[in-house]
């Protein structure tokens, strides 16, 4: 045989093969298809909870390995701590001295109250949102408010038996009433596109200052869900005032670096 | 080189699932379709967008269900063009990725499906430089 009949015999096998597989293509397509539909319409729950079992784990392992806690920080972190911590204190002062002294003595308890945390680990991060290892079946639900220290981290927006997703304060979603521990502005809190947490809708009378503290104004429902009060949203950083508008508004900067968070808590 | 791909496959979901918006999945599945251009790549596609359902919370298929569009658009795309090209890359995964950032609600769509285009071209070019090392080593 010649090389160009074993060449041309050659091209037409292939030829063959591709035909088969061309024709193979749309029943395999649609199989699979099918598989999905039936998946993601019928049998959503059983799916979802066995193939969390493997990949629960996974996240946890993948996370892990990408987080790396700063044992020894460095001194400008140290002093970044110690500043936020400083400012975090100062912000509940001024809240005290606005507040009946006594009333607080009496109460005397962080907000929030300790016994209503549940803490959860971050095992994943996407867009605006961390996902948590703590899911239905460990009394976690949508619309729980998720926070570190007394800062406001965000709320879950979907659940799973085992795994929750929280959704942050920098996605477009946020939307609620804060105000300011100085100067008590109040306005709302949102955000922007590009990720920037935005105090607006503060009335042009009110007063905002720079690295003022502002926290949750509270606005909860009848059946508890919502963000309770005085829990810390960020400080401003920069402040947009113009004569010409009707409001003010002011940029925001969460006192948490998310990066460095492995584990938060979940009010409910 | 199935296996290459494969691994990359594989990292992509535990990456995308845990770590990053960017759609690394769907950019080592187009790489992987591009160079396999074979029946197998449906199981694939199924079963990684299965488990990046999984991984991101989203309903579990309908992942899935895009993955398996986009593989027998471009196995059809192939019978007449040739797809294995870096501008075919390109725009392939830009318009796929921006699709893809649209319809599972990312914000930032745009700037992130330019990165998954220069992403996507940088993928298939390390591919093929793996695959010529492989063949230079097993000759």
Redesign the interface.
Known sequence: MSVNHWVASELQTGYNTGMK??K??FP??LL??L??????FFA?TP??VG??F??LP??RL??GM?FQPTNAPTSIQQLQEENNQLRVQLAQMQEMQKDNQALHDQFETTTPAPQKLLPADI??????AL?LDKGEEDAVHVGDVVVYKNNLIGSIT?T?PH???VTLLSD?STSFTATTTKTSANGIVTSE???AIVFGNVVLTDKLEQNDIVETKGSMAVDGKGYPQQLIVGKIVSINKQASSLFQSAKLQSLVNLSQLRMVFVMN | MLFVLLLFLIISI??E???T?LPLVFLCLLCMTIILR??RL??A??FS???LD????R????T??FF??V??LV??YQ?KYEINTYPFMFIASFVGSLIYLLAFD???AFIEACASAVIAVLLLALIRYVDKQFAIAHF
């Not at chain 1, 598989?35 to 993601?40: G, T």
């Not at chain 1, 095992?123 to 605006?128: A, H, I, K, L, R």
């Not at chain 2, 999984?54 to 919370?57: C, E, Q, R």
């Open positions: 597989r061309v193979a293509v395999i397509f699979f298809i598989i999905s539909v039936i998946i993601l959503q799916v979802t193939l969390q493997i990949t996974i996240q993948v996370f990408n095992v994943g991060t996407q867009q605006n996902i979907r799973t795994v929750a997703l477009p596109d590009g990720g | 535990f990456l699932g845990t770590l918006s074979d029946l449906f199981v596609a199924f967008g299965i488990f999984a991984f991101a919370l309903p579990i298929g309908e899935s269900i398996l569009i593989v027998l196995l059809l019978r990312y914000h930032g």
